[in-house]
Structures are given as structure tokens and as C-alpha cells.
Nanobody
Framework: QVQLVESGGGLVQAGGSLRLSCEAS????????MGWYRQAPGKQREYVAD???????GYADSVKGRFTISRDNNKNTVYLQMNNLKPEDTAVYFC?????????WGQGTQVTVSS
């Protein structure tokens, strides 16, 4: 079993920045990937970004150029730097960790962007 703990959410004005953290209870060096998803009220959970074992990254079109995913293997932590935030970025942000064949999720952290 792997525990994931997200932090860094909060309330920010449009155009502002936040950095989310996701700390895993085990080493992340050998995991298949780690990623961020988000869920706005009344909507389905959607992909935001991910980082794979070899370090390649992927982003949803809606966040490209504004969000950056990175990881610190020494701290077992993945980050999501969010810049130029928009009200439509308001959601609960969830971290996940893929370690085949299992997928683990954190409890989520709320991000609210005011206009």
C-alpha cells in the first residue's frame, strides 16, 4: 500500500501562482508514473499532467505553458507549479502514483481561483 499526501492548495486571485506537492510513502524512483488530476464541482475528474519513470512529462492542453510538473526523488515528492491561474482552474487536485498493476490516489487538495 502507498500513501500519497497532497498539500499547497488554497485561495488565489486570477493571474496568481500556487505550487502543489504530493509526497509518497515510498520511493518514487521506480514507479511507472505520477500525475495530477482535478475535479471541479459537477464535473468528471480530468487529467492535468504526469511525469513518467524516465522523466518525460505530459500536460492537458488547457494547462500547457502555465503548469509545470516536476519531481524530487530524494524527497519522494512530485510538484505541480501552477502559474497564471484562471477561475476555470478551480477544482480539487488529486495526485496519483502508478506502480503496475496498481494505481494509488491521494485525498486531494482544494484550489480556488477568484476572478
Amino acid at each position: 500500500q502507498v500513501q500519497l499526501v497532497e498539500s499547497g492548495g488554497g485561495l488565489v486571485q486570477a493571474g496568481g501562482s500556487l505550487r502543489l506537492s504530493c509526497e509518497a510513502s515510498r520511493s518514487i524512483v521506480s514507479v511507472n508514473s505520477m500525475g495530477w488530476y482535478r475535479q471541479a464541482p459537477g464535473k468528471q475528474r480530468e487529467y492535468v499532467a504526469d511525469i513518467r519513470q524516465i522523466g518525460t512529462t505530459g500536460y492537458a492542453d488547457s494547462v500547457k505553458g502555465r503548469f509545470t510538473i516536476s519531481r524530487d526523488n530524494n524527497k519522494n515528492t512530485v510538484y505541480l507549479q501552477m502559474n497564471n491561474l484562471k477561475p476555470e482552474d478551480t477544482a480539487v487536485y488529486f495526485c496519483n502514483l502508478a506502480l503496475w498493476p496498481d494505481l494509488y490516489w491521494g485525498q486531494g487538495t482544494q484550489v480556488t481561483v477568484s476572478s
